[in-house]
């Protein structure tokens, strides 16, 4: 009995040491953790309990060119459509889908959001991009903003509770992706995975009037790297998270629309051919017969942007420059017209 007494006297005593702890963590140092590892919660906390659209979004929504005079994002240009209402973002660079249905999630739900518009970004679909060296940091950044407990989240925090893999283990995985996901086309093809496609590249690529290997060649590289794969609805992760988007959105009876982000075909053709282009738009049209299947308004900007609209002509991205971000913009906002009727505003600016 004794024994029994002094168990239990323990178990009180060890309960009453987590409620204090819990109690002085939640009301003392959470806060301090917040702002430290996930300052987005104050963009979140910002957006006004009455909003008209919230645009969710990565660097494309921010990235202006040198020469631009209008330097706006691409969801201030949406706001220049609806004057007359209430529209908000929240945007992280090198943000996907996975990240996206945090900053969702962490919305509290007293807010009365109507529109929510999410960037659907084709190349984040990719191994090169999945098994980026910043999924971790990104990844850490979304711990505090689940639903849990403080004190749980405090723990997942410290014991890394995450997706954690270091750059190493990340760079492994993109690389056996690279060699093993094996590339399908309707007719032959001289290549069947990205690291052949890649190796050849490098050693054969672009060459100049005298033959020299062109310095291009190594974008024509990154070009195969970050656009040669073909989606696999089943074990994709970016296709879970989009449709866990999805879930959230219907739970809170939010309008949800993704805008598609438009691709440079024009320099994937002109850099590597055919082949990677197929791909593109294989992909291209699998996302569209995917997401309208399940009731979700797609934005089509795939093909709206021009080479010419593109900032970054050295590397791979969805920077675009003002004239690319207004034919975005104008195409986000004609398309969702319908759901907020008299407010949109034809204009230029």
């Known amino acids: 009995m004794k024994t029994l007494k002094h168990i239990a006297l323990r178990i009180v005593m060890l309960a009453i040491i987590l409620l204090g702890t819990s109690l002085i963590y939640t009301n003392y140092l959470y806060e301090s953790d917040l702002q430290e590892h996930s300052p987005v919660i104050n963009t979140i906390r910002e957006i006004p309990v009455e909003t008209d659209i919230l645009y969710i979004g990565e660097s494309s929504n921010l990235t202006s060119a040198k020469g631009d005079v209008d330097k706006r994002t691409i969801s201030e240009m949406i706001a220049g459509h609806y004057p007359s209402l209430t529209v908000r ?27 929510v518009v999410v960037t659907l970004n084709l190349r984040s679909f990719g191994a090169a991009w999945i098994h980026s060296g910043l999924e971790t940091p990104l990844q850490k950044s979304t711990v505090l903003l689940s639903d849990q407990h403080p004190i749980v989240k405090r723990f997942l925090l410290s014991f890394k509770g995450y997706d954690h893999d270091d750059e190493q283990i990340r760079d492994h995985e993109m690389k056996q992706h ?33 033959g020299n290997l062109d310095p291009v060649t190594d974008l024509a590289c990154h070009y195969i790297k970050a656009f040669a794969f073909q989606i696999d609805t089943l074990t994709n992760p970016r296709i879970q998270d989009f449709n866990e988007i999805i879930a959230l959105a219907k739970e809170r009876e939010w309008n949800l629309v993704f805008n598609l982000l438009g691709e440079d075909l024009e320099k994937a053709n002109t850099l590597v051919g055919k082949d990677l282009v197929f791909l593109m738009e294989q992909n ?28 970054d002509q050295d590397w791979t ?6 004239e ?3 034919i975005v913009a104008r195409n986000v906002s004609e398309a969702i017209e319908h759901l907020h009727k008299g407010a949109f505003v034809s204009t230029s600016k």
Do not use: C
């Open 89 to 115: 973002d929240i945007t992280k660079v090198a943000s996907h889908a996975g990240i996206f249905k945090s900053f969702l999630g962490a919305i509290p739900k007293e807010k009365n959001i109507k529109t």
């Open 178 to 210: 690279w060699k093993n996901d094996l590339l399908t086309f309707p007719s032959n093809a001289e290549f069947t995975n990205v690291a052949d496609w890649d190796e050849a590249m490098a050693a054969s690529g672009k060459r100049d009037a005298e």
């Open 284 to 311: 291209y049209a699998l996302l569209l017969d995917y997401f309208k299947r399940r009731g979700v308004l797609i934005v089509d900007n795939y093909h709206a942007i021009e080479d010419a609209y593109f900032i």
């Open 317 to 322: 991205t969805e920077h675009y420059t003002e």
């Open 324 to 326: 690319g971000r207004k």
